[in-house]
């Protein structure tokens, strides 16, 4: 079935920027998403990309996608202390929205 | 304003004692979905509902039900808790028929329930 991996931990230092990456099985997959948890709360929707598209900016955020090798990024730029969470990447396919693990994002003063 | 709320926030029961966690909407979304999320593991879905029409996942255990009695409620009944169902239940809503077509579909997501097994 399809299958979402990334990497579990990423550590910078506020201002710095963020990239968080993500890979994909499905190549039919039509959306990607990232979404945001904060310690205790439930996810929120961040951004997320339409797969005829490889990059879309919004403010400090800015997503990447390479369809052809089905890797996905998140670069938050100027990272900021209360970016600190567990960022998912998710795809849409066949109805269904399959998450990663999730990165946990260390931002260190 | 919170849009889809969870509750309890945290929930206690004994192994084996059935419990039942509650979710409700204010966004009036016709899907409403369940989702398990164990410790640093990816949410899970266990079930959806689009408007009445239930749809279970194929390794959802029979052990979880769940009911919707109209467009701002649902409910998720685990009927003999184990030791493993021990996790965060997340709630989420969207607006698009799941499944129906390939849309943009966006999940909004309570704050979930966690649940411990004693």
């Known amino acids: 079935g399809e299958d979402v991996e990334q990497s579990l931990f990423l550590s910078v230092r506020e201002g710095d920027s963020s990239v968080i990456n993500c890979t994909y099985t499905?190549?039919?997959?039509?959306?990607l998403y990232w979404y945001k948890q904060e310690p205790g709360a439930g996810l929120q929707l961040l951004t997320y990309?339409?797969?005829?598209?490889d990059m879309k900016q919004d403010q400090r955020l800015t997503v990447l996608l390479n369809k052809k090798d089905k890797h996905l990024s998140l670069r938050i730029a100027d990272t900021q202390t209360g970016d600190s969470a567990i960022y998912f990447c998710a795809s849409r396919n066949a109805g269904k929205l399959i998450f990663g693990q999730g990165t946990t994002l260390q931002v260190k003063p | 304003d919170a849009m889809v709320i969870q509750n309890p926030r945290y929930q206690v029961t004994q192994f084996g004692k059935p419990v039942t966690l509650s979710c409700s909407q204010t966004l009036n979304h016709n899907v409403m979905y369940w989702y398990q999320q164990k410790s640093s593991q990816a949410p899970k879905l266990l079930f959806h509902y689009y408007d009445k029409d239930f749809n279970n996942e194929a390794d959802t255990p029979d052990n979880f039900q769940s009911r919707r009695p109209n467009t701002s409620f649902c409910f998720l009944d685990i009927r003999s808790p184990g030791l493993g169902d021990a996790a965060m239940y997340l709630c989420a809503t969207s607006s698009v028929g799941f499944g129906r077509k390939a849309t943009n579909e966006k999940l909004f997501f309570g704050s979930g329930t966690q649940l411990s097994v004693l």
């Open positions: 499905d190549s039919s997959s039509t959306y």
């Open positions: 990309i339409f797969s005829n598209m």
